[in-house]
């Protein structure tokens, strides 16, 4: 298990990963190397060429601007675990985060690695995606921004094209006291994820939903925004009845085959999931009113 | 065959060369080139933790990083755990005590696990959910991880060391 | 060493181990460990298909790669080997075909993994580019991937060189079973499929051959469990002489049965070396682990069982089906340990088992941890629950009322072991260890726990589980014990070391017999070269074996010492004692000698008489046979929490009360069945061997096939009972397997109990969330919930 060889090129900065991007013929770069490297070892990938930017520190980094969460691609996983700012500001990401890999893959992980990657079961793109995460995408030609629900296009495809690459995640801040969720299960305690969904809400005065946001992994190729009854949910209580609504949008959600995974098994998690998420979400959000 | 680098960097300490395929993983280098076969590799994907080190401090899959990104930094092996001097690491002297380990073949990674959890916890309490936890990337067919949370129970709720007296 | 550890006797002491210090300080030497000057490093091209005709092999690209010395095919080695196939099979009369595997794949690849070629290289990188350079012509052919498939009329040939897939059949029987059936007050059937679950130790298999010319010494490091049966492989395929090849197991990462099995790729290895002249080390990856290390446990049974109207067993019938894989590296025994193991503590008057082992193209299936007991425990202890379930006995009367009592020990079960004998239960109290078990898991009062989750919406079940494992299987086991002028205490055995402490469990048993500290005594386990005969490690043997072994030589090298001793000290031999190292009168530790002096007597002087009557050499070797197996026996009562809606199950207390006779270190007979538990765990709710229809192995990542983990694995509480065995002078029986035994029992129970509300039966395993979650919503059933 053994890497096939390749050429390695480590840049020292952002201008220079881009001007080997668009200079080398089947290249790849390498984050965090934690989908990567087994995919190599395995001889499932073998690009010629492998620009590490490891040593680019201007692609690392967590801010705030404006209302938006700032995070460069190179942000260690278990740095975004730990952050003040992400705990304070997004606990979301926070929490999500727990459930990704194990802490010696999320010290080496990174949080752009993860959503360019695009694995259909891993946990930063669904918050990512309740988080109406707006991604940066640069090549040497320049730079271009869409959002994450635009990213996927296949299944471990994306959009990123050959001479591109993920530089800056920006995440919508919520306001202050609203709650949040992140469910997840697996096939075996702290492993790979089945189905997992990420819940947000605010309430109003009254106890009803002002705006919540739910996405749901596992199910297709990339997260599902349950857009729909996110919209029909504003305005109602934040009470069992509509965490039953929401669970039952998510449950009538296509579900793609995969290994252990039945289709009808991972709807039904969807379904239950999205219910106890929404129900944690709206829990922590009228604690927050109180 | 791709070409070689020279790589330099603190292995336990003390300054070492190497000169790698760019391929080879941290792992191989520490077992194949410097001969520190403390290390020991089980799955060379990432799951089963055999292969943990410390880089810069932080524990890290040896097969999930590239002996070339370790240039210029700082690694940690079993052995260099103990003391100088040879005094077991406590986490390593509670393992014998409390039968943490049967075949040894995962046991490295298991130090290197508790020893980040120790300087993580910081003195803080540790309770067995968030032990097993910690140890849930570490993969052992022997003891069933009794011992080994046992092990790092008794030392991580230790009352602090005389020396801080 | 603590307080407690002062006492005179070392027997049963908690004494910490000897191989941890090296094994903590990242200097234990394993197999990938060893580097030699001029090593090469090999690769092994493995089958892509399940089945096919093996055409032309074109191995010129990759021979022409820098780096490559050498790339080799069956037609290569066989000129080596003085058969065409690997002689393993252990005999049988029920063995119909000879499917012994070959050194590389011939003119058949009859699973995916199987060795084609395999490639020398400078390194392994430079290897592995080499093997995408061979070129193979494959003409594919129909697999066999589920054994009752193969067995059906007009199936298609597992192997071409097999007319049928019935490579073996056999029964296990005795009394008049239909009779039994035709006065029972109750008969219930039921089928069982227990999947396949690996050894996956974490070292995964390997080795390094070297050919010495000048020494004419072929010297082999290898990865397993039974270097002597490694050896006289090596010496009857390559046909050298008995002192021409030394096998020797360093430390060996663990084995847990697959490490047992003499696979191609150590032959292969082997010859390599010799036919380059230079050392050659193969480490196993996990992605060959998954596709070629045997594995165990496919079986599907289809049984009923007759009991009085009380519960009481009168007779259990049936089939097994057994899946034997595409070779036989090992025997046919497997199927029949399930099948003999089925009866555990229990009386059962009558018994047939109709058993079929049927050529798949699959991977080889060899023992694992538990060796095929856990599927007979399986399927017997669920039939108990089921009884239970009919007669509306609460599931631990009917094992009361069924369970040997004490007072028929020795117990002749009706069955015969597999070399012919008689299986007889040597000692135990089956039902006191149930009772003790129940009470310390609150058996009685789990209806009120239950009542009370229930109100807090949470859904918990408990199960149980009674086991018997027969162990310390012979023939023999070897051990020395010498001491010579140095004074150290050397002991070689024939048994070998994957972890369980074999060092220290004979350090004990020695230093007991000489009056030395363990850590005094030095353990050379697993050389050939240390001692001429051995056999290694299965069946839960050594303890039993090697351990009585060292015993008894430990008693002859004392017998001489005080021989010797007494006419030096002028003293009674009764008034003489051995401690600390040395002999000397009782009391009087100044009036004594050293073991090294009356060693170094031994030894000899040239031209000079030894102490008269005393042969020389202070030492002493044992080959001791055991008179049979002894039977250890355990309860374990489990409870676990299912998330009905998510249908995840966690096990939140597990108790096991064992027997295993005397315990030589209580702490390492914990160690080996927490061990064995957890393994069991992952066989009963994670463990997924998963296959396409084509025969492709679909789960070959520790991300797809899961073993337990820390945070899934439950605290286990373990209890002893020591009933000696009379069979040997120690006592002891044999404990390494016998926590997987019931563990798969157990957690079916406990599942299937937690879930009855929903109409769960519990008939396969592993019990994952999504198969649970098909067995709760069959309207929702798709077919590949089967997974």
Redesign the interface.
């Known amino acids: 298990m053994k890497a096939a060889p390749f050429a390695y090129h480590a840049p020292a900065t952002k201008a220079e990963a881009l001007d080997m991007l668009a200079g080398l013929d089947d290249a790849r770069v390498l984050a965090g190397g934690q989908s990567l490297l087994p995919m190599m070892n395995l001889r499932l990938a073998g690009p010629t060429h492998l620009i590490d930017l490891n040593g680019v520190p201007e692609l690392a980094g967590i801010s705030r601007a404006g209302d938006a969460l700032v995070i460069g691609t190179m942000t260690r996983q278990r740095a975004a675990e730990r952050a003040a700012l992400v705990h304070e500001a997004c606990p979301l990401l926070a929490e999500a985060m727990e459930h990704v890999g194990f802490q010696q893959t999320r010290n080496r992980g990174t949080v752009g690695g993860s959503i360019a990657h695009m694995d259909p079961t891993a946990e930063i793109p669904v918050a990512a995606s309740a988080l109406d995460a707006m991604l940066t995408v640069e090549s040497a030609a320049g730079a271009r921004q869409f959002p994450i629900g635009e990213l996927a296009e296949g299944y471990l495809m994306t959009q990123i094209a050959p001479d591109e690459m993920l530089t800056r995640v920006a995440l919508r801040l919520w306001p202050k006291g609203h709650g949040h969720a992140f469910e997840e299960v697996t096939r075996r305690g702290e492993s790979f994820c089945v189905v997992c969904v990420a819940a947000l809400a605010t309430l109003d005065a009254s106890g009803a939903f002002s705006r919540l946001a739910i996405a749901i992994g596992g199910l297709a190729e990339a997260p599902v925004r349950l857009s729909g009854i996110e919209a029909d949910l504003v305005g109602a209580r934040a009470d069992q009845d509509a965490f039953r609504a929401a669970g039952a949008a998510a449950g009538a959600l296509a579900a793609d085959e995969a290994p252990f995974a039945p289709p009808a098994y991972k709807r039904h998690l969807a379904g239950v999931l999205t219910e106890r998420a929404l129900a944690r979400a709206a829990g922590r959000a009228r604690r927050a009113a109180a | 065959?791709?070409?070689r680098?020279r790589i330099a960097l603190t292995v336990n300490g003390t300054p070492r060369e190497g000169e790698v395929?760019?391929?080879?993983?941290l792992c191989?280098f520490l077992?194949?080139s410097l001969?520190?076969?403390?290390?020991?590799?089980?799955?060379?994907?990432?799951?089963?933790?055999?292969c943990?080190v410390l880089?810069d401090g932080?524990?890290?899959?040896s097969?999930?990083?590239?002996a070339?990104?370790a240039r210029g930094r700082a690694v940690t092996?079993?052995?260099g755990?103990?003391l100088p001097d040879g005094t077991?690491h406590p986490i390593?002297e509670a393992?014998?005590?409390h039968?943490g380990?049967?075949?040894?073949?995962?046991?490295?990674g298991v130090?290197m696990?508790l020893i980040?959890l120790q300087r993580d916890l910081d003195g803080g309490p540790a309770d067995?959910?968030s032990?097993?936890?910690?140890?849930?990337?570490?993969?052992?067919?022997?003891?069933?991880?009794?011992?080994?949370?046992d092990a790092a129970l008794s030392v991580l709720n230790a009352a602090p060391r005389a020396a801080a007296q | 060493m603590n307080a407690a550890q002062q006492k005179e006797t070392w027997f049963g002491q908690a004494v910490r181990r000897l191989e941890d210090d090296a094994l903590l300080r990242g200097k234990g030497r394993f197999v990938d460990d060893i580097h030699l000057p001029g090593m090469l490093h090999a690769a092994f091209l493995r089958s892509p298909y399940a089945h096919a005709r093996l055409g032309a092999i074109d191995t010129a690209a990759a021979q022409a790669l820098p780096g490559v010395v050498r790339v080799l095919t069956y037609q290569d080695l066989r000129p080596l080997l003085t058969c065409d196939r690997i002689p393993l099979a252990m005999p049988s009369g029920a063995i119909r075909f000879d499917v012994d595997p070959f050194v590389l794949a011939r003119d058949e690849v009859c699973h995916v993994g199987e060795p084609i070629a395999l490639v020398i290289a400078e390194s392994r990188h430079v290897a592995e580019d080499a093997l995408g350079l061979i070129g193979v012509t494959f003409d594919p052919l129909p697999a066999i991937v589920d054994p009752r498939e193969g067995l059906k009329d007009g199936a298609p040939q597992a192997r071409l060189d097999c007319p049928d897939n019935l490579v073996a059949q056999m029964s296990a029987a005795y009394g008049d079973v239909d009779g039994a059936f035709a006065g029972a007050a109750h008969v219930i059937a039921e089928d069982f499929h227990i999947h396949k679950g690996g050894g996956h130790s974490i070292e995964p298999r390997g080795l390094v051959a070297r050919f010495d010319a000048g020494e004419d010494l072929l010297t082999v490091w290898d990865s397993t469990q039974m270097p002597h049966q490694a050896k006289r492989v090596l010496v009857r395929t390559l046909g050298l002489a008995e002192h021409q090849v030394r096998v020797v197991a360093p430390d060996v990462g663990g084995g847990f049965g697959p490490k047992f099995v003499f696979h191609p790729e150590e032959l292969a290895v082997a010859a390599a070396a010799v036919l380059t002249g230079a050392p050659v080390k193969w480490i196993e990856d996990r992605f060959e682990n998954f596709m070629s290390t045997v594995q165990e446990r496919d079986q599907y049974w289809s049984v009923e069982a007759a009991c009085d109207a009380e519960g009481r067993l009168m007779g259990i019938r049936g089939t097994l089906v057994h899946d034997h894989g595409a070779y036989t590296p090992y025997g046919v025994a497997l199927p029949y340990n399930s099948a003999t193991n089925l009866i555990g503590p229990y009386v059962l008057p009558s018994y047939r088992l109709d058993i079929a082992l049927s050529l798949t193209n699959l991977i080889p299936s060899t023992p694992t941890r538990g060796a095929g007991r856990p599927q007979g425990t399986f399927v017997m202890e669920r039939l108990l629950d089921r009884l239970a379930e009919r007669l509306g006995l609460d599931r631990a009367e009917i094992r009361r009322r069924n369970l040997i009592q004490p007072a028929q020990m020795p117990y002749d079960s009706g069955l015969k072991t597999r070399d012919g004998g008689s299986m007889i239960y040597d000692s135990g109290d089956y039902p006191q260890c149930m009772a003790r078990a129940l009470a310390h898991a609150g058996w009685d009062g789990f209806e009120a726990r239950r009542a009370k989750a229930r109100a807090e919406g949470r859904v918990i079940g408990i199960g149980l589980s009674n086991y018997v494992e027969g162990s310390g299987r012979g023939p023999f086991e070897s051990a020395s014990v010498r001491i010579g002028p140095s004074g150290k205490v050397v002991v070689t055995t024939g048994a070998a070391a994957q972890g369980q402490g074999t060092v220290t469990m004979l350090a004990q048993v020695v230093a007991d017999g000489l009056g030395v500290r363990p850590d005094a005594v030095s353990v050379i386990a697993g050389d050939t070269a240390a001692s001429p005969l051995g056999l290694g490690a299965f069946a839960s043997r050594q303890a039993v074996t090697a351990g009585n072994a060292a015993h008894q030589a430990a008693g002859e090298v004392r017998a001489k010492v005080l021989k010797v001793a007494s006419q030096w000290l002028e003293a009674d031999p009764e008034d003489l004692e051995l401690s600390a190292g040395r002999v000397h009168v009782k009391g009087v530790p100044g009036r004594g000698r050293s073991l090294g002096e009356v060693a170094s007597a031994l030894a000899g002087l040239p031209g000079f008489a030894l102490p008269p009557g005393t042969p020389p050499g202070l030492s002493a070797a044992v080959d001791y046979q055991p008179k049979g197996m002894t039977y250890c026996n355990g309860t374990h009562v489990c409870e676990v929490e299912v998330d009905p809606a998510t249908c995840i199950v966690s096990v939140t207390r597990y108790v096991v009360v064992h027997d295993c006779g005397r315990l030589i270190n209580p702490m390492m007979v914990d160690g080996q069945i927490i061990g064995g538990v957890v393994h069991g765990l992952g066989t009963a709710l994670y463990e997924l061997m998963a296959y396409g229809d084509d025969g492709q192995p679909l789960t070959c990542t520790y991300a797809d096939y899961l073993l337990a983990t820390a945070d899934t694995s439950p605290r286990i509480e373990v209890h002893h009972m020591e009933s000696p065995s009379p069979l040997n002078p120690l006592g002891v029986k044999g404990a390494g397997e016998s926590g997987t035994i019931a563990a798969l029992a157990v957690i079916a129970s406990a599942v299937e109990d937690a879930l009855k509300p929903f109409g769960v039966a519990v008939r396969d395993l592993p019990a994952t969330p999504s198969r649970l979650f098909a067995l709760m919503h069959p309207d929702l059933a798709t077919p590949e919930a089967r997974l």
């Open positions: 065959m791709s070409e680098v395929e760019p391929r080879a993983h191989d077992r194949h001969h520190l076969t403390g290390t020991h590799m089980g799955c060379e994907h990432g799951v089963c933790g055999a943990t880089l932080e524990s890290v899959r097969c999930l990083t590239l070339v990104q092996t079993i052995e755990v103990a077991l390593q393992l014998s005590a039968h380990l049967q075949c040894g073949y995962c046991t490295p130090v696990t980040e067995e959910a032990v097993r936890r910690a140890l849930a990337g570490n993969l052992c067919r022997c003891t069933g991880y009794q011992g080994m949370v």
